[in-house]
């Protein structure tokens, strides 16, 4: 018998409302963001980014490299470490999908929630826990223990 805990995350209550607001607002398109936090599995802190995505916006997303690059500096400068990206799902589970994995990289997190009709409904967690690897669902907690 396996006794390891599976993987979690813990997301402040804060960031997880800062989720459900950003991706509403960005519906009927994917809304995104990047995840913030002290330590690895601990996101303290999300922060909003524009989806520039120009030919699918509906089911795709795309950070720019200078959005990923200044929000990696914001990040340090303030002692805290990009952990990965969240986005959204518009009227579709809360499921990685292929175009996901094929742009997801090992060592971040990936969280997606779902959005039916405008309202934010599942959220869940996951990682790439190697380079071939597929996606890795992970526990999700929201608040304190």
């Not at 999300?46 to 929000?71: C, G, H, I, M, W």
């Not at 589970?93 to 599942?122: F, K, M, N």
């Not at 071939?132 to 608040?143: D, K, S, T, W, Y």
């Amino acid at each position: 018998m396996n006794d390891i805990a599976a993987p979690s995350v813990r997301l402040a209550a804060e960031a997880f409302e800062a989720i459900r607001q950003e991706a509403k607002r960005a519906y009927p398109h994917e809304g995104c963001g990047a995840l913030l936090g002290p330590a690895p599995g601990e996101v303290s802190e999300t922060l909003a980014l524009p989806n520039q995505e120009q030919d699918k916006p509906r089911v795709r997303f795309t950070v720019s490299p200078q959005d990923y690059l200044a929000t990696e500096a914001s990040a340090d400068a303030r002692g805290l470490t990009l952990l990965g990206f969240w986005h959204s799902h518009p009227d579709h589970p809360a499921r990685p999908s292929p175009t996901d994995r094929a742009y997801a990289w090992p060592g971040l997190l990936t969280l997606v929630i779902a959005v039916e009709h405008g309202e934010p409904q599942e959220l869940t967690a996951w990682d790439v826990p190697g380079p071939e690897a597929p996606f890795r669902q992970l526990g999700l907690r929201v608040g304190r223990d």
